[in-house]
T-cell receptor, first 111, second 115 residues
Framework: EDKVVQSPLSLVVHEGDTVTLNCSYE??????LLWYKQEKKAPTFLFML????IEKKSGRLSSILDKKELFSILNITATQTGDSAIYLC???????????FGKGTTLSVSS | NAGVMQNPRHLVRRRGQEARLRCSPM?????VYWYRQLPEEGLKFMVY????????ESGMPKERFSAEFPKEGPSILRIQQVVRGDSAAYFC?????????????FGNGTRLTVT
């Protein structure tokens, strides 16, 4: 059965810390991996990764995919309280009809 | 450019009633997906639709649940004879091209509570 596993499930850090969120997957016919940030409402898109070893960056956030070891990491440097959210990892099949989501990592950043 | 619009934001139904959840995709998007999120769980795929067609309903319960995306108007997720276990947040997402090359954009969700 296809699955996406995120770790840790929750994390509490202080402002300014750097965090690394993990996502491993077992999916037949992998196509791409996506990261979303979910605050109180809609998940908002962060990154889409399709190729191994190419880092994607957006401000203090970055992500990379390892297709050989079947995982991705999401890094957040110099965390701020506004980074507090649930971070969701999802994988797309080659067929491309449905994203398979992990349960998410709940990040809490304290000031 | 308005995002994905879902309504209502909150819906309360008694057991046995029907729930209708609406989703208007982003302008220019003709692919709609419905996901359900239970407490402490990730988003679970339910159904994928294009205009007037159900493409993949492998995540839909076989009974009481149905979805449509008519030629005109929003996509509708319909739950008949609701039970307490249907209480969840239901998210709609849309994409212009089936999600293969572009990420899904999510609405704010409808929180269904069955009493």
């Amino acid at each position: 059965e296809d699955k996406v596993v995120q770790s840790p499930l929750s994390l509490v850090v202080h402002e300014g810390d750097t965090v690394t969120l993990n996502c491993s997957y077992e999916v037949t016919n992998f196509r791409s991996l996506l990261w979303y940030k979910q605050e109180k409402k809609a998940p908002t898109f962060l990154f889409m990764l399709t190729s191994s070893g190419i880092e994607k960056k957006s401000g203090r956030l970055s992500s990379i995919l390892d297709k050989k070891e079947l995982f991705s990491i999401l890094n957040i440097t110099a965390t701020q309280t506004g980074d507090s959210a649930i971070y969701l990892c999802a994988v797309l099949h080659q067929a491309g009809t449905a994203l398979i989501f992990g349960k998410g990592t709940t990040l809490s950043v304290s000031s | 450019n308005a995002g994905v619009m879902q309504n209502p934001r909150h819906l309360v139904r008694r057991r046995g009633q029907e729930a209708r959840l609406r989703c208007s995709p982003m302008k220019g998007h003709s692919h709609v997906y419905w996901y359900r999120q239970l407490p402490e769980e990730g988003l679970k795929f339910m159904v994928y639709l294009q205009k007037e067609n159900i493409i993949d309903e492998s995540g839909m319960p076989k009974e009481r649940f149905s979805a449509e995306f008519p030629k005109e108007g929003p996509s509708i997720l319909r739950i008949q004879q609701v039970v307490r276990g249907d209480s969840a947040a239901y998210f709609c997402a849309s994409s212009p091209s089936g999600g293969n090359n572009s990420p899904l954009h999510f609405g704010n969700g409808t929180r269904l509570t069955v009493t």
